[in-house]
């Protein structure tokens, strides 16, 4: 008696499927950056999927901020080093 | 997604589609319609079911997701002797009943023909007894390379059908949509 | 009245003598001994359909004693009215069954299909193997039979089998083998096969004189038995293969199935009668478990030894199953009517899941701690008492289920923990007594053997609970059951993280955590304390990693996945999951490059130190190649057939390689093993069975320096890149074929650990 529901990967690949149109007409650049917050997305599956949420796309975007606010954390500390450095 | 066929079942009658998996789409559209106009069942007979789609899809039409997918009931079948139990004991006429991948069940090599058809043909029965009082839509899953025991199924439930959809793609149909028995 | 005490070597339905017994007696004696076993069977349905059933039953000769009493159904959760019908004779049940079953389809069935030896097991307490004491006449008529041991005894009386081992001198279905090895006891023969007569002779003689309890064969099944039946028609010199004269052997043909999205192959079985024949090739997992494993899982299982070692552990599981729901009284329905109970979507998402899968931190992490859960999924299912039966579809009971708004009945103890438990102590107990023993203990590979079987049981007994066809599967309970995991291991989470360590990754029943400043064994057990109280669970830990690598997913590095990563212990040893040489379809030349890598990198504390010798080594690997100094059989690939060759629309390597066999009247089924090598020639491929081994000279040198490439880039990809950085590094120097030289002052070798590398002395032997 197999599994009835998609995986979270199944669904983070049609989420990303749906936005294929959207990625395309991008700049490249800028598809890089829509790639990383895929990405970032990906990383966290496991919350996603135990979140168990009927629209799982809501936690993906949660998980893209979540990695952004740490992106931001972690350049706080880096200039605060660097402040202090040349203090 | 070009949608420009709607699959309805009746009350009174047994609806068969007879189509390949390419046009589940149309089986969304159609459960998700009875779901928001008041609930349905759902017997899942080839693990078809597709719920993120399904929740999308009702999304796009309603504010309150949750009732609306709390109206889908459903039900997953394994083996044709589940279905004929299931079928069996059905008594629930106060919504339709939809049959997802009907025969995906009777395909199973390890039960013998003989017991097959006669499981076939108890289900059909009730599948009549029930669409009598509540509507029922079959789907039928057309294989881009049918099974040898396939036909035997399927002809007997497009016998029976009221009403027949024979879909190819889900916007263009390779027949005109029939009404059997009519006068 | 003559008693004795053996052990019962084989037991089956005969016409005349109905249930026949063999029995190995304590005093060297091997006992025919016969019974009448009655046996029976259960109707339900309406009382008019009930009632044509007694008047045809009532009609048959022998008549079956008739009842009409109440029995309890795992699936209602109550005792439900049936027929009973006990058939006096254990052959004759069957052949009515059929014929009821056929007539009477209307009716649903239950203990209807079962194997003898369960049956007789649940009645009288003796499993195949077991030690017992047995009564009988003049006439050796079975006057009773009592167990002297239980199936679960920990150190089971050792059997005095006679065993003799029969193989061919090579693989029969490559090339026509010239004779046969034959080892009784002692003593070893060697058997020509031609003339066809004198074998016919002399093997019959051994036959007799030895009178083996067990034929031990390779390719017994597929080969060596059919072949010796046909020469012994062919010359009407009859074989005494069965110890049972007056029958035939019993023959299952060849067949594949679809199991878990894989066709498998079983070939055809032959099983004889009073003597038990196995077939070291087309027994399950012989490789991993060998003779100790198969009798273990023969005596737990209650199966008799044929047929349980060609059975999968899911077919051992449900046996074991079937005999406590015997032994408790509950019915075993024939076919499997239940369906699953209908529920709102919106209570799917919650409960469709399956155990929890992290994405782990990508790249190298140095001392890292890998703790499991002993047998979770087994452990789950007995500490929280989930089967079948014992599932309240009601959200307010009392003993909830995680999540899921079932509850668990725990006024009753489940046929599934029932099954279960004595199997998990088991194999815990025999575990924990294999650490005990010194490596040098010959009890240790029995011990780790028999663990194994038990492994193997355990493993599928989840799976079998969610099977669409299994007996006491259940859907809900199987949910519940992953419910439970999650919960489980998220609570271990907690727990870790409250101590202070870092989850680098967690998979389904494992995790992996490290701590800044290094991991204390003191503390770590600790922690393992802890994580048992709160889970119910025992964890064990599986060992430190000096360090470990986390690979990226091969088709976007900026992507994890959870199942690919390697690593070596404290001990030097490794581990490798998910990596091309550990498919089965590598050929031995690239994964003995790769093998050979993994322990360079396994050597030094910080692998990056080894990377420069790894790339040499790489080159001259490559260089062999080209100088077609590589032996061709360790080029060989080794490829599954996923389908018949008429359902391929485009033909794969294996398939065409295939298709060359169908040449030379060679048929392969689907789920068959295809052998062949990549060539240079049109059809790309060289089947290896073809009877001729191909010209070292078509070989496609190319593809495999590609697979060569592609394999270890893999395993390389933290220190080197990707493939063609890879690829780029490997050909810097401009490819010459120049022999190389032992570099004298080479950093790497000289930096504080200089590892004993006998891969790379080796391949400055092969090129010299």
New interface residues.
Partial sequence: ???????TTQ?LL?EEGALSRFRRALRKSDQQAL??LF?AA?????AS??A?????FETFLLSMLLEEHKEVMRLRQAVKELQEMHA | MINSYQIVPEAGKISLLVAPSITRPLLLEATAQLALKDSVTIL?GG?S????GL??LL?SKTTD??AA?HNVLLS?I?SCYQMKTMLEAYDDTSRPLIVLDMLSTFLDENVRLETRKYLFSVCHTHLQRISRAAPVLVWVRKRSSPLADDSIFVEKLMQDAEKLWQLESPSSPAVQPALFGDA | MPECKGWLLDLFEDPEDDVVLYIIARDGRRLRLHTCFPVTFYARGSNTELRTLWRFLSSQSPKPVLKRTRRFDAFTRQDETVLEVQVQRAYLQRPLFERVAKSFPHLTFDDADIQLSLRFAAATGVFPLAHCTVSFDEGYTLKSISPLEKAWALTPSRIPFRVMTIAPNCDPHRTLPERLEIDCGRSHYQLSLFPERGLLVNLKALLERFDPDILLTSWGDTWLLPYLLETSEKHSLPLPLNRESRKEVRWQKERSYFSYGRVVYRGQQVQLYGRCHIDRRNAVLWDDYGMEGTLEACRVTALPLEVSARSSPGTGISSIEILTALREGILVPWQKQQAEMVKPA?E???A???G????PVVGVHRNVAQIDFVSLYPSIMVNFNISPETIINDPAAENLVP?LGIGIDNSITGIVPKSLKPLLIKRITLKKETTRLEAWDPRRQDFARRASALKWLLVTCFGYL???NARF?R?EA?QAVTAYA?ELL?RAKETAEAAGYEILH?YVDALWIRKEGGIDKGELDTLLEEIQLNTGVPIALDGIYRWLVFLPSRQ?E???VPNRYFGAFEDGSLKIRGIAARRGDTPSYIAGVQDCILKMLADWPDPAAAIPDIIQYLQQSIRLLKAGRVPVHELLVSQRLGRKLDAYTTLPAAARAALQLEGIGKHLRPGQRVRFVYTRQKDGVYAWDLGKAPDPAIIDVDQYIKLLIRANSEILQPWVGSEKDLAARLFASGGQLALPRQPKAHPALHASQPPANPCVALAIIRTM
Wanted: aromatic fraction near 12%; glycine fraction near 8%; avoid cysteine.
């Fill in positions: 008696m197999g599994r009835t529901l998609a995986s669904v049609h790639d990383d990405n990906q990383q966290h599956l496991a999927a135990y168990a949420h009927t629209l799982p | 899942d693990n079911f597709d719920g993120y929740a999308r999304r997701l949750q997918l997953r394994f | 919106s799917l998402f919650l469709d899941q399956g929890m899968v992290y994405q999540t969610g099977y669409k599967g859907i199987h999650r998220l967690m976007n900026n992507r994890s």
